[in-house]
């Protein structure tokens, strides 16, 4: 095991040393091998590596042209420059769009006419689209803006279109309603692009066509809401039916779509679907569970205190700590001894005990998270951690951190977790004093 | 709201004419106006006939479909409004008149509803206005927005262009009647406490008509932040402010007059409420606590470039040369404050307003932050500040230096934390000013809950929690690096482009404003 470990280090710091061979791995066959090299990239950042995927990138399989992208984006801008420029004419079209629509957001607009350039030119696929239009996202340009309102004419990929329509919920553009109202005029189209441009009305505050999009919703089952959330989130208002529809999913669902569905009563309901929220508060599933009582908060701005010291004191700890966390964000510590109980704990529920004990802002907090950072659970740790990192400007709202500064990682060797934590702790006992 | 606008108020009556008044922004494209008009006349009692509908764009040349009993062009008419938003600020008064004009060549019953979330604040002559709905005898219906608690949104920013006649006020009251523009706080709780009622003026026409004013809140908007700029030291931006939701019966017993403007004043310059308050007002504004200046009559109500300029002293200079000047300023605080206290210990309750008393205790709560605020700052100025630059300072990991640079190079800057959570939480927390600042932030915990006591659920607690307690640190003057404007190769050079005709006013929309619910009003 320590064998294996240590092998593991040596080949990451060999490729440390080696920014060639790390930016080869940039393309290999193996996801998790290219995810591996993109992580290492993004942190470390080694100057020697840009110009090498710089050059290699137009050669690259899609997906690792997609990874330099972001890696490159990453660089400070007078290192990624050049090569935003130079990958702004490339040949592959993801490379030259996503270069371009970086260095317009940068406010080089003379590179505007380049990129509109590349979205004409001809076989451009609908694999290519749906890859390239989320590197649009939010970008705002009156002629960029006029060749996506046309793509929406003609998009034929449900996902491109629905990522082309998101991107409108953020540009707003007048001339989006009538580009859509004329596809949805389209007699032969499918029912997810359908559903996509009925739901941009929606969140643009047209109901006129609500009649229209809740049997192609009810047809469609619950993953419609999941793909379409960000839609449902910007509506103004959501019409009564649609609402029935929502509530009808958030109970009858599987914890994730529950909890999207959650997330639009938490922002819509009335008081026809509190019993509905407060059903689900009892859900079997402690994310579901959270989730509606978090929609429930929200929409009548009280806690149901008494319920929620009784599952304070319950023998669940996970619905324990979710209660004491409730209370806190109504300004109640009632549950802030349970949450340093289970935090000192060593138990499955130790790591949610820190980072809800994260959230308060006391001096016991941090000693508990300090002491934390010694467990032998690595899940533990890294709760600990975060939490740290979060808690201690907030504690300390005069000074600076910069964690790097400290040795401790929560991944960390033994030693290098113990020196680290030698530091951490001489700092809070200094700064405790003060 | 489009039920009461166009129901006959007499069932007998020949005819009834009513004018839609569409103010089409952005905000209020997206309140569904031509979908519930359609289904209202579905209904017989909205039948057209004897009822006719007449469509106008505010800052249309022309009407766009005189009074009409055709439900197809009616419709139209409206969508036709909405499809082009206009966000420039436009005169309603002047159109409400001259609606008025042509209404009063009508027979039967006469109304004009106006929709507009944006411009009751660009006011023109309300008492013309008020005498045009009398003598025609028009009752005014408004779908409009919220107000700002005494909004001082334009008394801040005096040099915008207002169209002509017109005069940029706004805000629930028709004065602003709340004390602005506090010492070391980020923004007034005026631009971004949500009332409870419309504009003012709007309100005021409605009110002389005997109309009603509808308040129009997006179902998504009610989302609570403690801070609007910056994230808050204690919760995760998941805090649920149960004392902001906004309760009817409260907001009732605190609602501004209507009358006209003159007498708003008489009546607030004669209650003793206000008399305290304004004593303490002028008195902070003399000692730079506070740069909103009174309201006075004859006078739009402004920043006072004395008290501001009193008040960047404190910005300016060496933190230790400041201590005195804020040491003087602390004392006059205190001052201020006990002599307001002693003032309303003196008052009769039922003699004053409950509105103004609300003020002149929201009045003591800020005396009492701005004195936390002049300790903290003064802890800050002795203990942290001078250390800021010191190379030889002892820093352990993870904590970093404050600061590098040339101190001869800086001035002082400040943040705020919310007193959304109250006073207490920051006794945790580690802050300069030692057993000074904890005995006053003590002393301020108990006072926030006892006016928290009284005014929860009402505008003036959302007020205070939009106050909060500065965080002092050191900025440096930055050298700005001008990226060369690009060249077209041919043609003009890209000029800069001309100012959009308003002033931004971030947040302010009311469909997409971050305000509480506030339970309607109105």
Same mark, same amino acid.
């Given at each position: 095991?320590?064998?294996?470990?240590?092998?593991?280090?040596?080949?990451?710091?060999?490729?440390?040393?080696?920014?060639?061979?790390?930016?080869?791995?940039?393309?290999?066959?193996?996801?998790?091998?290219?995810?591996?090299?993109?992580?290492?990239?993004?942190?470390?950042?080694?100057?020697?590596?840009?110009?090498?995927?710089?050059?290699?990138?137009?050669?690259?399989?899609?997906?690792?042209?997609?990874?330099?992208?972001?890696?490159?984006?990453?660089?400070?801008?007078?290192?990624?420059?050049?090569?935003?420029?130079?990958?702004?004419?490339?040949?592959?079209?993801?490379?030259?769009?996503?270069?371009?629509?970086?260095?317009?957001?940068?406010?080089?607009?003379?590179?505007?006419?380049?990129?509109?350039?590349?979205?004409?030119?001809?076989?451009?696929?609908?694999?290519?689209?749906?890859?390239?239009?989320?590197?649009?996202?939010?970008?705002?340009?009156?002629?960029?803006?006029?060749?996506?309102?046309?793509?929406?004419?003609?998009?034929?990929?449900?996902?491109?279109?629905?990522?082309?329509?998101?991107?409108?919920?953020?540009?707003?553009?007048?001339?989006?309603?009538?580009?859509?109202?004329?596809?949805?005029?389209?007699?032969?189209?499918?029912?997810?692009?359908?559903?996509?441009?009925?739901?941009?009305?929606?969140?643009?505050?047209?109901?006129?066509?609500?009649?229209?999009?809740?049997?192609?919703?009810?047809?469609?089952?619950?993953?419609?809401?999941?793909?379409?959330?960000?839609? +449902?989130?910007?509506?103004?208002?959501?019409?009564?039916?649609?609402?029935?529809?929502?509530?009808?999913?958030?109970?009858?669902?599987?914890?994730?779509?529950?909890?999207?569905?959650?997330?639009?009563?938490?922002? +819509? /309901?009335?008081?026809?679907?509190?019993?509905?929220?407060?059903?689900?508060?009892?859900?079997?599933?402690?994310?579901?569970?959270?989730?509606?009582?978090?929609?429930?908060?929200?929409?009548?701005?009280?806690?149901?205190?008494?319920?929620?010291?009784?599952?304070?004191?319950?023998?669940?700890?996970?619905?324990?700590?979710?209660?004491?966390?409730?209370?806190?964000?109504?300004?109640?510590?009632?549950?802030?001894?349970?949450?340093?109980?289970?935090?000192?704990?060593?138990? /499955?529920?130790?790591?949610?005990?820190?980072?809800?004990?994260?959230?308060?802002?006391?001096?016991?907090?941090?000693?508990?998270?300090?002491?934390?950072?010694?467990?032998?659970?690595?899940?533990?740790?890294?709760?600990?951690?975060?939490?740290?990192?979060?808690?201690?400007?907030?504690?300390?709202?005069?000074?600076?951190?910069?964690?790097?500064?400290?040795?401790?990682?929560?991944?960390?060797?033994?030693?290098?977790?113990?020196?680290?934590?030698?530091?951490?702790?001489?700092?809070?006992?200094?700064?405790?004093?003060? | 709201?489009?039920?009461?606008?166009?129901?006959?108020?007499?069932?007998?009556?020949?005819?009834?004419?009513?004018?839609?008044?569409?103010?089409?922004?952005?905000?209020? *494209?997206?309140?569904?106006?031509?979908?519930?008009?359609?289904?209202?006349?579905?209904?017989?009692?909205?039948?057209?006939?004897?009822?006719?509908?007449?469509?106008?764009?505010?800052?249309?040349?022309?009407?766009?479909?005189?009074?009409?009993?055709?439900?197809?062009?009616?419709?139209?008419?409206?969508?036709?409004?909405?499809?082009?938003?206009?966000?420039?600020?436009?005169?309603?008064?002047?159109?409400?008149?001259?609606?008025?004009?042509?209404?009063?060549?009508?027979?039967?019953?006469?109304?004009?509803?106006?929709?507009?979330?944006?411009?009751?604040?660009?006011?023109?002559?309300?008492?013309?206005?008020?005498?045009?709905?009398?003598?025609?005898?028009?009752?005014?219906?408004?779908?409009?927005?919220?107000?700002?608690?005494?909004?001082?949104?334009?008394?801040?920013?005096?040099?915008?262009?207002?169209?002509?006649?017109?005069?940029?006020?706004?805000?629930?009251?028709?004065?602003?009647?709340?004390?602005?523009?506090?010492?070391?706080?980020?923004?007034?709780?005026?631009?971004?406490?949500?009332?409870?009622?419309?504009?003012?003026?709007?309100?005021?026409?409605?009110?002389?008509?005997?109309?009603?004013?509808?308040?129009?809140?997006?179902? *998504?908007?009610?989302?609570?932040?403690?801070?609007?700029?910056?994230?808050?030291?204690?919760?995760?931006?998941?805090?649920?402010?149960?004392?902001?939701?906004?309760?009817?019966?409260?907001?009732?017993?605190?609602?501004?007059?209507?009358?006209?403007?003159?007498?708003?004043?008489?009546?607030?310059?004669?209650?003793?409420? #206000?008399?305290?308050?304004?004593?303490?007002?002028?008195?902070?504004?003399?000692?730079?606590?506070?740069?909103?200046?009174?309201?006075?009559?004859?006078?739009?109500?402004?920043?006072?470039?004395?008290?501001?300029?009193?008040?960047?002293?404190?910005?300016?200079?060496?933190?230790?040369?400041?201590?005195?000047?804020?040491?003087?300023?602390?004392?006059?605080?205190?001052?201020?404050?006990?002599?307001?206290?002693?003032?309303?210990?003196?008052?009769?309750? *039922?003699?004053?307003?409950?509105?103004?008393?609300?003020?002149?205790?929201?009045?003591?709560?800020?005396?009492?932050?701005?004195?936390?605020?002049?300790?903290?700052?003064?802890?800050?100025?002795?203990?942290?500040?001078?250390?800021?630059?010191?190379?030889?300072?002892?820093?352990?990991?993870?904590?970093?230096?404050?600061?590098?640079?040339?101190?001869?190079?800086?001035?002082?800057?400040?943040?705020?934390?919310?007193?959304?959570?109250?006073?207490?939480?920051?006794?945790?927390?580690?802050?300069?000013?030692?057993?000074?600042?904890?005995? #006053?932030?003590?002393?301020?915990?108990?006072?926030?809950?006892?006016?928290?006591?009284?005014?929860?659920?009402?505008?003036?607690?959302?007020?205070?929690?939009?106050?909060?307690?500065?965080?002092?640190?050191?900025?440096?003057?930055?050298?700005?690096?001008?990226?060369?404007?690009?060249?077209?190769? *041919?043609?003009?050079?890209?000029?800069?482009?001309?100012?959009?005709?308003?002033?931004?006013?971030?947040?302010?929309?009311?469909?997409?404003?971050?305000?509480?619910?506030?339970?309607?009003?109105?």
């Amino acid at each position: 095991m320590i064998r294996s470990l240590a092998l593991c280090c040596l080949s990451l710091w060999a490729l440390v040393q080696d920014p060639q061979a790390l930016v080869e791995r940039l393309n290999e066959e193996s996801v998790q091998a290219r995810n591996e090299a993109y992580l290492q990239l993004l942190r470390e950042k080694p100057r020697d590596a840009l110009p090498l995927i710089e050059a290699q990138a137009p050669n690259w399989r899609v997906e690792a042209q997609e990874l330099a992208l972001y890696i490159a984006q990453s660089y400070p801008t007078d290192q990624s420059l050049p090569c935003l420029k130079r990958w702004s004419t490339a040949k592959p079209a993801l490379l030259a769009a996503g270069a371009g629509a970086q260095l317009l957001r940068l406010g080089y607009s003379e590179n505007e006419q380049e990129l509109l350039k590349t979205l004409r030119r001809p076989g451009l696929s609908a694999a290519d689209w749906s890859r390239i239009v989320p590197k649009f996202y939010g970008l705002r340009s009156a002629e960029l803006t006029r060749a996506l309102v046309e793509r929406i004419r003609i998009e034929t990929d449900p996902n491109a279109l629905r990522t082309l329509l998101e991107h409108f919920l953020v540009v707003e553009e007048a001339s989006v309603q009538p580009a859509v109202q004329a596809r949805l005029s389209q007699a032969q189209l499918p029912a997810e692009p359908r559903i996509s441009l009925l739901a941009y009305l929606l969140a643009r505050g047209d109901e006129s066509r609500v009649q229209d999009l809740l049997p192609l919703l009810q047809a469609e089952g619950a993953s419609a809401l999941t793909r379409h959330l960000r839609f +449902f989130q910007a509506a103004p208002r959501m019409p009564e039916p649609l609402l029935a529809w929502v509530a009808k999913i958030a109970e009858s669902s599987a914890s994730y779509v529950a909890q999207s569905a959650l997330t639009v009563l938490a922002q +819509f /309901a009335t008081a026809k679907d509190l019993a509905v929220l407060e059903r689900l508060v009892d859900h079997k599933d402690i994310t579901v569970s959270k989730a509606a009582l978090d929609a429930l908060l929200k929409r009548t701005g009280t806690v149901p205190r008494e319920s929620l010291l009784r599952t304070l004191q319950g023998p669940d700890p996970a619905r324990a700590l979710a209660a004491a966390d409730a209370l806190r964000r109504a300004d109640d510590d009632s549950g802030y001894a349970r949450v340093c109980e289970l935090a000192r704990q060593s138990s /499955a529920q130790q790591a949610e005990a820190l980072r809800v004990l994260s959230r308060f802002v006391r001096e016991d907090s941090g000693a508990l998270l300090i002491e934390a950072l010694a467990a032998e659970d690595l899940a533990v740790r890294r709760a600990a951690e975060q939490g740290l990192r979060e808690f201690l400007p907030k504690y300390f709202p005069y000074r600076r951190f910069d964690w790097t500064s400290t040795s401790y990682r929560a991944e960390g060797s033994r030693e290098q977790r113990a020196s680290g934590l030698t530091q951490i702790r001489a700092f809070w006992d200094s700064a405790r004093k003060r | 709201m489009l039920e009461r606008a166009l129901a006959w108020e007499d069932p007998n009556a020949e005819a009834r004419t009513v004018w839609l008044c569409i103010d089409a922004t952005a905000s209020l *494209s997206s309140t569904g106006l031509p979908e519930a008009l359609s289904a209202l006349l579905d209904q017989p009692n909205f039948a057209l006939g004897k009822l006719k509908v007449g469509v106008h764009k505010v800052g249309a040349k022309q009407v766009l479909l005189p009074p009409s009993e055709d439900r197809t062009a009616l419709l139209e008419a409206l969508r036709a409004a909405l499809a082009q938003p206009d966000e420039s600020i436009q005169d309603l008064y002047s159109e409400l008149r001259m609606l008025c004009q042509l209404l009063g060549a009508r027979a039967g019953e006469r109304a004009i509803l106006l929709a507009s979330l944006e411009n009751g604040d660009a006011e023109n002559d309300i008492e013309a206005t008020v005498q045009k709905l009398k003598a025609t005898k028009t009752r005014l219906f408004v779908l409009g927005s919220e107000s700002y608690l005494a909004d001082s949104y334009w008394a801040e920013r005096s040099y915008s262009e207002a169209p002509r006649d017109c005069e940029l006020r706004g805000g629930d009251n028709a004065i602003i009647d709340l004390p602005f523009g506090w010492l070391f706080q980020i923004g007034s709780p005026n631009e971004a406490t949500p009332s409870g009622f419309g504009d003012y003026a709007l309100s005021r026409l409605v009110a002389a008509s005997e109309g009603k004013l509808f308040l129009y809140q997006a179902a *998504s908007s009610a989302a609570h932040q403690c801070m609007t700029l910056g994230s808050c030291l204690f919760c995760s931006n998941d805090h649920i402010a149960s004392k902001e939701y906004y309760r009817r019966a409260l907001l009732e017993a605190l609602a501004p007059s209507l009358a006209p403007r003159t007498q708003v004043l008489e009546q607030w310059a004669s209650d003793p409420y #206000a008399k305290a308050t304004l004593t303490a007002w002028r008195a902070a504004l003399q000692a730079g606590l506070v740069r909103g200046s009174p309201p006075r009559a004859g006078h739009l109500t402004f920043v006072d470039g004395n008290a501001q300029g009193k008040a960047n002293l404190l910005t300016d200079g060496k933190p230790d040369r400041n201590v005195a000047r804020a040491e003087t300023a602390l004392k006059e605080c205190k001052r201020i404050l006990s002599a307001l206290e002693k003032d309303l210990e003196r008052i009769d309750a *039922s003699s004053g307003s409950p509105r103004a008393r609300a003020i002149a205790e929201f009045c003591a709560c800020m005396l009492d932050v701005t004195q936390v605020n002049l300790i903290g700052y003064i802890g800050w100025c002795e203990e942290l500040a001078p250390r800021w630059f010191d190379d030889a300072a002892n820093v352990l990991p993870p904590e970093i230096r404050p600061l590098e640079g040339d101190p001869k190079r800086a001035s002082i800057g400040f943040s705020t934390r919310s007193l959304c959570h109250g006073a207490r939480p920051f006794l945790a927390i580690e802050l300069p000013g030692g057993a000074r600042l904890r005995e #006053a932030l003590s002393a301020l915990d108990q006072r926030i809950q006892r006016f928290e006591e009284r005014y929860a659920h009402t505008p003036y607690v959302v007020a205070l929690h939009r106050q909060g307690i500065a965080i002092f640190h050191q900025v440096f003057n930055s050298r700005l690096v001008e990226r060369p404007r690009p060249r077209s190769k *041919s043609g003009e050079e890209n000029g800069p482009s001309s100012g959009t005709p308003r002033p931004g006013r971030a947040g302010r929309s009311s469909a997409s404003g971050t305000g509480p619910t506030s339970g309607g009003g109105g």
